[in-house]
């Protein structure tokens, strides 16, 4: 895993020097919790982490942040800087008898007055069965455990062990932090084959990871690239890198939160920004169909109708034509619903009949509205009384359809905006009908 530094180069006589021939993110390592670069919100005086050093005692943590921000390096130098063995497993490639292994370990030592940072990379790869049996050597304190993640905690963790663990959240490195990286790697390479215009375009190109970042530049170094690129020559010479997204991960949970957001607040563009976020990172356009039908029902409603039918008019569309040029059917039904009129008073309307309803039980509703196929039915009064609507004047008779137990309710209250403005002033208007007709 890549390290990255903050400032100075590392000293030519620091311990554990790497080889000259070793790769560039080995060479470029921190030496110190101080060269940790873009952390500074944990590793400053400040900071959770600079405090725990300074106290000279550590606590377990989880260590959560992106591919490529220094996770297993802080952890490395957090051990260096409070005198703890340091010990490192990673779920990938460790199984029981792997963990069984570095507890006894850490036991023995303990005797030996050493305590023990038991680091573990990917740390969500165990199963809750797995993560259960570090319960008790954290509380023992056999080893201050110190995990890794790039998935979120709350999800991924058993919530005993989170209990017992400080989480700490390692940003996404900035383009300002990029540029460091790659002034501390120009300052022991030599200066990149670039333009500035297609150096800043490679920065931008690491979506945050330190580590992809110089492995890139180590490959610019390695083809002894004669003339600077520019920014589409270095397109060309460089794969472009995939944004990171697990589509059963918070990543597609924080993407998808953020489109139906934007489209609830009605705004296009950043609508459109997080629908092609999703589908370029490979998303299942399927999906996304489904979560706009769900907002033309839930965000829309009947302030504009037509939100729905253009919803599934796109899954129609996508179905017959697929990849990609159904996806323009997509952008239509997401720029339509961004558009479109807001209400969510059919969902609040679902939401408290649903309530009501569990709440009054089986309630029986008039006789006069019950149908009477039998005789039998008929002689007790189903049906009796009932007013067809069709035949009153307007259409409308003014009956009281709730059960006798129960008081009118008002569900659905139609907003004052688009379709729902007609529909209000329909429901205002049999209202006063309604009262008219129960006066007289």
Not at 30 to 52: F, K, Y
Not at 206 to 212: E, M, N, P, T, V
């Amino acid at each position: 895993m890549a390290d990255l530094f903050q400032d100075d180069p590392p000293s030519p006589f620091s311990k554990d020097q790497p080889q000259d021939d070793a790769p560039l993110a080995d060479r470029l390592r921190p030496r110190t919790l101080d060269e940790v670069i873009g952390q500074e919100h944990l590793t400053g005086p400040e900071g959770a982490i600079g405090r725990m050093v300074a106290a000279g005692r550590l606590s377990s943590m989880i260590l959560w942040g992106p591919p490529g921000t220094g996770k297993t390096s802080t952890a490395r130098l957090l051990a260096d800087a409070v005198g703890m063995r340091f010990v490192s497993i990673s779920a990938v490639f460790s199984g029981v008898a792997d963990l069984k292994k570095a507890f006894a370990e850490a036991d023995k030592m303990a005797t030996a007055g050493q305590r023990t940072l038991l680091f573990v990379d990917e740390i969500h790869r165990f199963n809750r069965a797995q993560q259960d049996g570090f319960l008790p050597f954290v509380e023992r304190g056999t080893v201050t455990l110190v995990g890794a993640t790039t998935e979120n905690p709350s999800f991924e963790l058993n919530a005993a062990l989170l209990s017992r663990a400080q989480v700490l959240i390692l940003h996404r490195l900035d383009a300002k932090a990029l540029g460091k990286l790659l002034d501390r790697a120009e300052g022991l390479a030599g200066p990149l084959p670039l333009t500035t215009e297609a150096r800043e375009a490679l920065v931008a190109s690491a979506d945050g990871d330190g580590r992809f970042l110089l492995n890139q530049a180590e490959t610019l170094y390695n083809a002894k690239i004669d003339a600077p690129l520019d920014p589409g020559a270095l397109g060309q010479f460089l794969q472009r890198r995939v944004a990171v997204y697990d589509k059963d991960r918070e990543g597609h949970y924080n993407l998808i939160s953020a489109l139906h957001k934007s489209l609830r607040g009605s705004d296009p563009q950043a609508s459109l920004y997080y629908l092609a976020r999703m589908l370029t990172a490979g998303e299942e356009p399927l999906y996304v169909l489904r979560r706009l039908v769900r907002i033309a029902s839930e965000d829309i409603g009947l302030a504009d109708p037509q939100a729905l039918t253009q919803c599934l008019a796109a899954k129609d569309a996508y179905e017959f034509l697929g990849s990609p040029e159904g996806e323009l059917a997509i952008v239509q039904a997401c720029l339509y619903c961004a558009t479109a009129p807001k209400s969510n008073a059919a969902y609040a309307a679902q939401k408290a009949a649903f309530r009501s309803a569990r709440e009054t039980g089986s309630l029986m509703p008039p006789q006069n509205i019950l149908n009477a196929p039998t005789k039998l039915m008929k002689e007790i009064g189903y049906g009796k009384g009932y007013a067809y609507d069709h035949d009153a004047d307007e259409g409308f008779s003014g009956d009281d359809y709730w059960p006798e137990e129960m008081e009118p309710q008002t569900y659905y209250a139609p907003v004052e905006r688009g379709f729902e403005r007609k529909v209000r002033e329909r429901i205002e208007y049999w209202d006063k009908l309604r009262q008219q007709r129960r006066n007289a």
